[in-house]
């Protein structure tokens, strides 16, 4: 068996390894909010979660992964194509210990990031500085700051507006069937625009920008008048009090909550298969091109890694992220999910790197905070804030040991 079969072998190993480890921490972007407002439980959320990650993994994740590097390193400045599979395996491996060991404590961490610090460690051992593209480093850096903020910032005005104009409005039930469809429309706008500008299949269809908005205003119009139907028939019969708007808003956190698993699914399984991919590209056609076609098999097999990590370990960071910074109800909640998902699908549009791990810590601390510092427990947030500041060091070191090991064994 020669070196690349061996290395092949190894890293598909590694890639359901990080496959698992993003299910089990990054479901909690997914789900924790749902899980803290009591919207959903651990097993309703587990379950679902689970099944549409390997859902949107297979049938909407992306078929070309994003550049095998992420733009940290220039691999054509490597020219052993045996370091280059041996690197990709120590990122892998590296990238999936530092989640694992993460979510086993509790605390959720950028798997992007992981990868990312550990292709900076191999990059720098088997290249040096000048392999390093350090302006995307700058920009991971920032985004560290960026979208905790923004979707901080977002939650925030959301809830505030939910607050202000529904929960303690004189006439709430007149004001809930006005805004409450107006927020199920600005949610579907967000889908739909994710599903059209951000999704390989929405890409696919090849639609003009001014056509795929029309489609989206004419969808979202629709929305907003069957919402108003809905709410409508969702208060005749009880009696109406502050419990039964936070039932309307229990419903939307649900069908947003669905959309974040499929989403996680659809763009983080290329964390997992993206590395596997090049390593199969340099061990099929001896070379690696900037952009790799992953085989269908992957994509199931990181499907499949990413639903068992959420159904085995996703309860645990999903306590911490839904449970111990603030106290969470149903407008909460929803208010949370929107926040965070505008921040990456905006930032996606920019091409900024964040991270959905940032956006959707960032969006439950503004929540908390519109009922004022002392809603939030400071002190996890902190903890959190440290795992993030060492994600990328700790990945990146890992990394360095792992591909050391590996040159000195197999080379």
């Known amino acids: 068996m020669d070196i690349a079969t061996i290395v092949l072998v190894l890293a598909i190993g590694g890639g359901l390894l990080m496959a698992f480890s993003i299910g089990a921490n990054d479901a909690a972007n997914a789900m924790a909010s749902s899980v803290g407002s009591k919207a959903l439980t651990v097993r309703q959320a587990v379950l679902i979660a689970g099944v549409l990650a390997f859902l949107g993994s297979v049938f909407l994740g992306a078929n070309v992964a994003a550049t095998i590097s992420r733009g940290i390193i220039n691999p054509e400045q490597i020219d052993d194509n045996n370091v280059l599979m041996l690197g990709m395996l120590a990122s892998l491996l590296s990238a999936g210990l530092w989640v694992f060991l993460a979510t086993i404590t509790g605390f959720p961490v950028s798997t992007t990031h992981s990868i990312v610090g550990s292709i900076l460690g191999f990059g720098l051992v088997a290249g040096g500085p000048e392999v390093v593209q350090w302006g995307t480093m700058v920009g991971i850096v920032l985004s560290w700051i960026i979208s905790p903020f923004f979707g901080a910032v977002l939650a925030f005005l959301v809830f505030t507006h939910i607050r202000r104009n529904v929960l303690t409005a004189q006439d709430f039930v007149r004001n809930a069937k006005l805004w409450a469809p107006f927020w199920m429309a600005m949610t579907a706008t967000l889908v ?5 500008f951000k999704m390989p299949l929405g890409k696919s269809l090849g639609w003009s920008f001014s ?8 969808i979202a119009g629709l929305i907003w008048c069957l919402g108003y139907w809905f709410v409508g028939k969702l208060f005749e019969g009880v009696e109406v009090g502050p419990d039964s708007v936070e039932a309307v808003f229990r419903r939307m956190e649900v069908g947003t909550a669905c959309y974040l698993a499929l989403s996680l699914g659809a763009n983080d399984v290329a964390n997992a298969v993206g590395p596997v991919a090049a390593i199969w590209m340099i061990a099929t056609t001896g070379a690696l091109a900037p952009r790799a076609e992953v085989p269908i098999m992957l994509l199931i097999g990181g499907g499949l890694g990413i639903a068992v990590g959420i159904m085995v370990l996703g309860r645990k960071v999903m306590a911490t992220v839904g449970e111990r910074i603030t106290l969470l109800t149903n407008s909460r909640s929803f208010s949370v999910e929107f926040g965070a998902a505008t921040t990456v699908l905006a930032a996606s549009s920019l091409g900024m790197p964040v991270s ?21 427990d400071f ?6 804030v440290v795992y993030w500041v060492l994600t990328v060091p700790i990945a990146a070191f890992t990394s360095i040991v792992i591909f050391q090991l590996l040159r000195w064994t197999v080379l």
Do not use: P
């Open 211 to 218: 056509g795929s908005l029309g489609v989206i205003a004419l």
């Open 379 to 384: 002190r996890v947030i902190g903890k959190i």
């Open 192 to 196: 739909l625009l994710s599903f059209f």
């Open 356 to 376: 959905t791990t940032h956006a959707t810590v960032g969006s439950v601390v503004g929540v908390g905070l519109a009922r004022g510092f002392a809603a939030v």
